[in-house]
């Protein structure tokens, strides 16, 4: 029996869009648990990239990476680089270019994975990413894949970007997030995929509240039985 009081960790892996983020903070509300967005790390360290002008696989990139300190508060809504709450410039189109080239850099993985298990120490935790159930976590209590077709995936993105007024339309989103997945799935290290054990959620049709509903009844179901 898994029990979600003591210390449990559910992991979630997905591609871009598929509703992880807004699923999983929803869960970590509900049950109480610590939020870990993983992709709000590497999306951090991009920013470092681009401000300093920096290539992805540069020694000094990594020198940045090493010293810098990557902090969540308000329970993963705000994250703080170096000090600086960075929730903001981490999700422009920018940033959205470069990540999936920062992220497929072992070294730099290596460094991100290792401060995600430190985090995963501290109490209970639902973390969302790409190698959440297969890499972070390979021995997480409960791991789940969430899909989505890519338009709809796309039309998720577009509604977000919108809300932030930001001018683009949904041809270009579909592109750049078959771009993101195509690199995401391919890359030599710790590609997305779906971990033999993970249950996976088609979530194209459903709402959030239906994917919630459904990953809390699992985890529910499995602490009882
Ligand atoms: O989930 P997101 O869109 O914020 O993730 C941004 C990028 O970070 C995504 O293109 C892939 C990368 N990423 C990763 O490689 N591993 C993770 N665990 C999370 C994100």
Known sequence: MKKIGSQATIAIDGPAGSGKST????????????YLD???MYRAVTLL????????????????VKACHIKFEDNGKTILL????????IRTPAVNRRVADVAKIPEIRHEIVKHQQRIGGEGSIIAEGRD?????????????????????????RLAELQRQNVDITLAAVEAEISDRDEKDKTRA??????????????????TINEVVDFIIAQVCEDEIG
Request: proline share 4%; glycine share 2%.
């Open 38 to 40: 993983s992709g709000a």
């Open 189 to 206: 290290h710790s590609p997305l995929r779906a971990a033999d054990d993970a249950i996976r959620v088609d979530t194209t049709d459903k």
């Open 82 to 89: 170096n000090a600086e709450d960075v929730s903001v410039q």
């Open 132 to 156: 959440l159930t297969t890499i972070v976590f390979p021995n997480a209590d409960f791991k789940f894949y969430l899909d989505a077709s890519v338009t709809e995936r796309a039309k998720r």
């Open 23 to 34: 699923v999983a903070r929803r869960i970590a509300e509900r049950l109480g648990l610590l």
């Open 49 to 64: 990239a681009i401000r300093s002008e920096l290539a992805a696989d540069s020694p000094e990139l990594l020198e940045q």
